[in-house]
Every structure is written in structure tokens, then in C-alpha cells.
């Protein structure tokens, strides 16, 4: 009878150890899941939001870029096709 008991109390506690060790593993796994997903989320929206950022300076950039080219650009371009046009119409005449 007595070594019955210790048997069976044997068989709890490794029982009770496989699952404590178990659910241990498990918490575990969970918690770097739901710190993978965290980071992973993070990672993507600050890359999101540098993009976004970037992507509108540039753009705005570009616009004044352009809107500069549009008013002096074309005085800057002008007097070299003023000057071919001469000399090619000096050519020909």
C-alpha cells in the first residue's frame, strides 16, 4: 500500500512538472510572438511614416523646383536658343 502511494505520488508531481514546464514554454512563445508582431508593427509604421514624410518634402520640394525652373528657367534657356538662332540665320543668309 505504501509503495502504491509513493508511486502514485511519484507520477503526480512529474505530471504536475511536465505541465508546469509546458505551460511555462508556451507563456514563452507567446510573449516573443506578441513582441515579434510589436516590433514588426513599429518597424513598419516608422518606416510608413519616414516614406510619407519623405515623399511629401520631396514632392513639395520638386513643386518649388518647378515653379522656380518655370519662372527663371526659362530666361536662363532663352538667350543660348537667341544666339543658335542667329548664327544659323547668319549661315543662311
Known sequence: MRVTLV????VMVTLMRVTLITLVRVILVRVTLITLV???LV?????T???????TSHNATRNYADGDA???G???????LEKL???SSEKFV
Open 7 to 10: 508511486m502514485v505520488t511519484l
Open 85 to 87: 538662332k542667329q548664327k
Open 38 to 40: 510589436r516590433v514588426t
Open 43 to 47: 518597424t513598419l509604421t516608422r518606416v
Open 49 to 55: 511614416l519616414v516614406t510619407s514624410f519623405w515623399e
Open 74 to 80: 526659362n530666361g536662363r534657356l532663352r538667350a543660348p
Open 70 to 72: 518655370a519662372q527663371s
